[in-house]
């Protein structure tokens, strides 16, 4: 079954740097989202990217976040200047386009750990 | 109006038991309901979604009980299993500017007891 890829799995660093996940979304899939998680809590949108670019972002998704799709596989988003509270699960999905629009298929997820 | 209220926050269930857990939307331009289950490290797996021209859907012990006037839909889980251990996610979307949104609500951990 296709699934969703999400490096690195794991990714402690210290506040001020930057950090970069990656994820492979479903091949033949128009539409890419980044959710995040903090422990133990509610699944929350970030962003969602179609058509190369950003069509939606929450009030989290603020100037230190950015997405990108350099090449046609791979879907990243950087946060540029980690702060404490960035620290969580980050979640990848993606979705098909037309009635399966809407039906995301995540991936395992980031963890992210800010020191 | 984004938002979608669940309850309860958990749940303990005997094994056989009747699993139900609620939730409760504002946005009427929301037009799929699902239903995701997520596991101890893991992400977030589609169980089972409705959109709003059905009041219910099956699928094996799994059934969504959707009410458009009251904006609320349920999540029943029939004969619940230890295996059914896990926390449930209720959620809503629709296509807003060019891209689907999807509103998770807080999240029910269930526990069924063996």
């Known amino acids: 079954e296709p699934e969703v890829t999400q490096t690195p799995s794991h990714q402690v660093t210290q506040m001020g740097q930057e950090v970069i996940l990656r994820c492979v979304p479903i091949s033949n899939h128009l539409y890419f989202y980044w959710y995040r998680q903090i422990l133990g809590q509610k699944v929350e949108f970030l962003v969602s990217?179609?058509?190369?670019?950003?069509?939606?972002k929450s009030e989290i998704f603020d100037d230190q976040f950015s997405v990108e799709r350099p090449d046609g596989s791979n879907f990243t988003l950087k946060i540029r200047s980690t702060k404490l509270e960035d620290s969580a699960m980050y979640f990848c999905?993606?979705?098909?386009?037309?009635?399966?629009?809407?039906?995301?298929?995540f991936g395992a997820g980031s963890r992210l750990t800010v020191l | 109006q984004q938002q979608v209220k669940q309850s309860p926050q958990s749940l303990i269930v005997q094994k056989g038991g009747i699993s139900i857990i609620n939730c409760a939307y504002e946005?009427?331009?929301?037009?799929?309901f699902p239903w995701y289950q997520q596991f101890p490290g893991k992400g977030p797996a589609l169980l089972i979604a409705?959109?709003?021209?059905?009041s219910e859907k099956k699928e094996g012990r799994f059934t969504i009980s959707f009410n458009k006037s009251a904006k609320q839909f349920s999540l029943h889980i029939m004969d619940s299993q230890p295996g059914d251990s896990a926390t449930y996610f209720c959620a809503a979307s629709g296509l807003n500017t060019g891209g689907f949104k999807t509103i998770f609500g807080a999240g029910t951990r269930l526990f069924v007891k063996a």
């Open positions: 409705i959109r709003p021209d059905v």
């Open positions: 990217f179609y058509n190369n670019e950003i069509s939606e």
């Open positions: 999905a993606s979705s098909d386009g037309g009635t399966g629009a809407n039906v995301l298929t």
């Open positions: 946005n009427t331009a929301f037009d799929y």
